[in-house]
């Protein structure tokens, strides 16, 4: 499966509602994890199987929790039994559709 998930404090107290000390948090948990993921300038996604991810979320959302009063989280999931290495093939699929091969 892969999971899309975006994960920020409020509630910080920061004038200039920054928030990427904790988003680096959160990825770092990501990133210690050994699962393969991407990050880009809105989300994170992650590759694998159920259990796996969604302990994965919950570390990354922990994390962020410690830098505000509360956590916002948004979560998309594909879920896909029998699949693996779509983090990568879904985007190669669709380079090929676009290149029309």
Known sequence: MLVAFSVSPGGTGRTDG???????????????SGLPHRTDAMFTTIEGEWDEVFDVVKRATDAVGEF????????????????????DGKVERLEQAISGE
């Open 18 to 32: 920054s928030v990427h000390d904790a988003v680096a948090a959160a990825v770092k948990v990501v990133r210690e």
């Open 68 to 87: 505000g009063s509360r956590v916002s989280l948004v979560l998309k999931a594909d879920i896909r039994p029998g699949y693996t290495g779509e983090l």
